[in-house]
């Protein structure tokens, strides 16, 4: 609450503080219009001024600056304490006039010396008027505009006040200057906004459009700067107070705000240049609203130093300096380099813009009625209630029309809006369909509105243009956008409808949106064209979601229904497998338990088999259990020791063979051991039914560069069948097998993080088992630490 109130009382200040002084300022203007003088104007220090135009008696006599008036009519020139010298000019002048005179007679020193010149007495005519007063006024009060927007938009930035600040002194600058030369009721502040306005550019030209490294290092900087300003001031305002001349002091002045422009379109171009991206069009922005105008300022300031007259700039410096404001504040506002992360207010600116068209609209009436010889004061007592007037009957006349004769311009934002919330609710075609017919009958008065849909595999074929048309009209091309080409504007005997607009999207004809005959016989508008292919985009738009929707429904299901597919197929396949598996021995048991219920004693052999089948049944169910995903153990243990294991596993199956192992005895290998082991068996038994009980099988372990490979070899014939689907759970060749060993295998060596692959070298079967060297350690040390 105390941010808000200080914005609130800062923005009041400044807005008094205009009001004031601009009122000031325009009430010593309006005493100048028309009002007799001496074709030539001094500043307080009785120096004659560079501004004026060409024509007027002074500068057509040789009167420049910085020629000095020293007497008029026997007046002398003489500095007082609290008195300007030119107060005795602009006594002797307004006593010339009001006694009919139609000259004065002035000493002026020059370079060349003193000399004596007549000066007619001619009225101050409208275009000096609106040059030099008027047309100031009106320009220092949209600097007042922009500053009080800069001030509201980001009350605490410092771009923001910075611009601010330069905005104020230059409006301060503007208002106070023909006051300088003419009523002088506002010189001191002339002098204050004289001092500070070529600092304030300095300042504000190292902030745009953010500080650079000096300023953000050292802000004490843009502090001194001003304060130096503020000393000029101050030693300007004590000379006038002193009685002493301030010629030296304002040349200065005149010389530092030259420099200030030059710095701050330099500051700009260079900024610009070396600048990317974003930034760079954001300066570029920048670069064409401010700095071709200051430029042309500062070459008028140099002129005048020189003694010309500052009228041939003053051509393009007045709209210039009108039109940096606006296009500042357009592009602070653009880019937000206020930071006021506000939101622009569509009503505020279009009031904001009416008033501008206002106060120009009076300027230009007010212009024209004094150069048709009238009034000033009566002209703008005129022309500001009728523009006013004529502004309030413009807008409401244009928002009656629009009502009246484009329905569309006016519902066009709420349609949109209201159609954009409709479909967002809505993923079915037919929906879709309902909700246009809806929109467009809603706004649109017409015998009827249609949407006819087009189906999809129709419109994906070659005659997608004609499945959708209607007799007699063109079909539409496959690289046509939605919504943007009108089929027939007169109506069709087929389909009685008036309007038709095809609706597409990427090349797809989606449907056609027909509209009927306006109630009244009434014609379409270029705004129901517009507001019809909008709606024809968006329901383009709506009618493509809806049918994806559905294919990713119908998609979906359908990967539902195979995944339940895909189960039960599994479920039935280990069902059979068990099946398979348990017959034998169910059987077998059967048959003993029926003997021992006739008292008859088993054999030695049947004992055996007994114990092979349940054992064989003990080593199905754990193969099965070891399907499922357990945590890993992981310890040491030596790759010699993981082998002797697996080939004791074995010793049924391997017979008077043995494996062939060439692995040394310091290697080791961090695993879980029953696992590893596990893997080791599986591969080892599939060598063994590969190679048959002529082969060899055997396992090598080597060291690589990224770790080890455990090698898994045999002689067998090779790899049968689908070598792709060859860790594919229940995939087999062997006509017993389960399908289930290497799919183990591939599951334990993947959840270790190693890889495996099978390979054919020089008539052996290998599976490669890649170990990273995290896993791999060469000697028993290795575990200790």
Known sequence: MPAIENRRWLLAVVVLAALVLGGSGMRSALSWYERPFPGVLVDPDGVVSSVGLPSWEGFQKGLRYPDRVVEVDGWRLESTAGRYRASAWDAAVERAAREGHRSVHARVETAEGLRGVELSLVPFDALAWWFYAG?????????????????????????????????????????????????????????????????????????????????????????????????????????HAMGWTTVALRSVCAILFVASFFFFATTLILRFAAAEGDRRRTLRALLLAMAPPHVVIALGFMLAMLGAPASTLAWFAIPALALTPVSS?????????????????????????????VALTVILCSACAGYAGLPLLGAIKVAAPAAVVSAALVVSALGAGDRKLFPARAEYKPTVEQLSEELTLVADPDEVAFAVERTVARWLSC???????????????????????????????????????????????????ELSLTVMFRGRLLGVLEVGKKRGGALFTSEDLDLLRTIGNQAALAMAHAHSYAELERRRREQAAAWRDERAALIETLAAEITHEVRYPINFFRSVFKRGSKNQSLDAEEVDIGCEEVERLERLVMGLRRVTHRKLERRRLAVEELVSRAEMLLRDQLGKRRIEARVSAGSRLRCDPDQ????????????????????TIG?????????????????????????????????????????????????????HGWLI?????????????????????????????
Not at 141 to 168: C, D, E, M, T
Not at 176 to 188: Q, T, W
Not at 337 to 355: D, E, F, H, K, N
Request: with cysteine; glycine share 8%.
């Open 676 to 695: 590893a082991t596990q893997v080791l068996v599986n591969l080892l038994s599939n060598g063994l039914d590969a190679a048959g009980d002529k082969g």
């Open 699 to 751: 396992v090598v372990w080597e060291t690589t560069e990224s770790g080890a490979e455990l090698v898994v070899w045999d002689t067998g014939p090779g790899i049968t069948g689908d070598a792709s689907r060859l860790f594919a759970p229940w995939y087999t060749t062997k006509p017993r097998g389960t399908g289930l060993g290497l799919a183990i295998t591939h599951r334990i060596v993947r959840a």
């Open 329 to 357: 504040v357009v592009a602070f506002i653009r880019y937000d380099l206020w930071g006021s992360r506000a939101l622009l207010s569509r009503p505020l600116t279009r009031v904001i813009i009416a008033c501008m068209m």
């Open 757 to 785: 692959e099978p390979e054919r070298r020089d008539g052996t079967t290998r599976f490669v088992i890649s170990i990273p060297a995290a896993d791999v350690s060469l000697t028993a040390e290795d575990e200790v630490a």
């Open 135 to 239: 047309g100031l006024m009106v320009v220092a009060s949209l600097y007042v505009g922009a500053a009080l927007i800069a001030l509201s938009a980001s009350p605490h930035g410092k771009l923001a006040r910075a611009f601010a600040s330069a905005a104020l002194f230059a409006a301060l600058f503007q208002f106070a200057l023909f006051d300088y030369h003419s009523s002088r009721h506002l010189v001191p502040f002339f002098h204050v906004a004289y001092a500070l306005v070529p600092m304030s550019f300095f300042t504000l030209a190292l902030r745009l459009p953010d500080d650079v490294p000096l300023i953000a290092r050292y802000p004490v900087f843009a502090r001194i700067a001003h304060g130096l300003g503020g000393l000029l001031a101050a030693a300007l305002l004590a000379s």
């Open 447 to 497: 015998e009827r509105v249609t949407f006819r849909r087009i189906a999809v595999d129709a419109a994906d074929g070659a005659g997608a243009g004609s499945a959708g048309a209607a007799p007699g009209e063109p079909a539409p091309r496959a690289d046509e956008s939605s919504g943007e080409r009108v089929i027939e504007v007169e109506p069709s005997k087929a389909s009685a409808s």
